[in-house]
């Protein structure tokens, strides 16, 4: 009749492994442990950080500073302003999405949602801005905004301030 006994010594010492290894799952403190989801790593920083002098081809002097998740825009002269949030961006398919969120002034670029497309080399930018989100225009003639004598619209030309 050592049947029931060893049957309840075996259930004692199968309780008795998996307490431990919870306990030693749980750090053995018993307090919870947190998981860092993937979405934790940190994105690469968009490329055109930091600040930038537009060099035309139509529209006023500004500058355009992008840091932070954010894109500012200022006339040279303190005469217009427009703030944009970046939605997203891909460095390596050279584009983003912004939207608006403040502006002073007859502000530029003049919308509530944008994509661009850029070619950077070296210093020169070359942005290609398209209304709405996703709309993204190639960039026709990279560091001249121009076809032949033509203006291509929405075309910008900055370079990198130091």
């Keep these: 009749m050592t049947m029931p006994g060893c049957m309840h010594m075996r259930i004692s010492c199968l309780a008795t492994i998996m307490t431990l290894a919870t306990i030693t799952l749980l750090g053995c403190g018993g307090g919870t442990t947190t998981v860092q989801p993937e979405a934790s790593v940190q994105p690469e920083p968009f490329e055109l950080q930091g600040a930038w002098l537009y060099l035309g081809p139509s529209d006023g002097p500004h500058t355009l500073e992008i840091s932070n998740g954010s894109m500012a825009y200022a006339d040279i002269n303190g005469a217009w302003s427009s703030n944009w949030t970046i939605k997203e961006y891909d460095n390596g398919l050279h584009h983003f999405q912004v939207v608006f969120e403040t502006g002073t002034g007859t502000y530029l670029p003049v919308g509530q949602t944008m994509s ?3 070619v950077l080399n070296g210093q020169i930018l070359t942005v290609q ?10 960039v026709q003639s990279p560091g001249s905004c121009t076809e032949g004598s033509t203006l291509i619209p929405d075309c910008r030309i900055y370079v990198k301030q130091n």
Excluded: I, K, M
């Design 129 to 138: 801005l398209a209304n709405g989100l996703g709309s993204y225009s190639p």
């Design 116 to 118: 661009g497309t850029y």
